[in-house]
């Protein structure tokens, strides 16, 4: 998974890599297979201390999207608020150590080894890449960030209209991020904004 979600990072890198490599990485973005409903609801039931039922009136086990470290899937609360719950893939953090690892040392060696590296500075940027995923990996870091960017458009309002979800802190842990749902279109959508 960790390669995969390398792969995505470079389909974004078009001072790196050429149009037609950029292309094919892209797929990375889109063809990520779901886990299992019963291993998503074991981390959620887990995270959260308590079966699904204290916390939400209804759960869509069908995931809403589904990428390289969580799958995102619709939610209500108790109290009748729409919400999406982020969850981390089962298991995934010790493939992502064992992948990040590999990673680190074929950087090491590509700077040592090659004038391409010592010019890319490629130990740098996969020790980089490593310290961004493992941050990833803990979802108290997203909804802490969402807080931060929130605080700070309205301190400094942009000039689009932008939104950024409240999360749940109650319902929040380094594997469990549950946020308020938002129609809409995403930054990297390009497409118009909504009203």
Same mark, same amino acid.
């Given at each position: ?77 108790? *109290?009748?608020? +729409? ?30 080894? &090659? ?6 500075? &490629? ?21 802490? *960030? ?25 319902? &929040? &842990? ?19 904004? +909504? *009203?």
């Amino acid at each position: 998974m960790t390669f995969v979600k390398l792969g995505q990072v470079l389909s974004t890198r078009a001072d790196l890599l050429p149009a037609p490599y950029l292309r094919e990485l892209a797929q990375l973005q889109q063809q990520v297979a779901p886990a299992p409903w019963s291993e998503i609801q074991d981390v959620l039931e887990s995270e959260l201390e308590g079966p699904l039922e204290q916390f939400f009136a209804d759960f869509d086990p069908e995931p809403l999207a589904a990428a390289s470290i969580g799958q995102v899937h619709r939610a209500v609360l108790r *109290n009748g608020q +729409r919400v999406v719950a982020k969850v981390q893939r089962p298991g995934i953090r010790p493939v992502v150590e064992r992948d990040l690892d590999i990673a680190e040392r074929l950087g090491q060696m590509l700077e040592t080894r &090659t004038d391409w590296g010592r010019k890319m500075g &490629t130990a740098a940027l996969t020790a980089s890449f490593a310290d961004a995923l493992r941050e990833e990996l803990d979802f108290t870091v997203e909804a802490r *960030n969402m807080t931060a960017l929130e605080r700070a458009m309205e301190a400094h309002p942009p000039a689009q209209r932008l939104t950024v979800p409240q999360h749940e802190p109650a319902l &929040t &842990t380094p594997r469990v991020l549950v946020m308020q749902e938002l129609d809409g279109v995403t930054l990297s959508d390009g497409g118009r904004w +909504r *009203n």
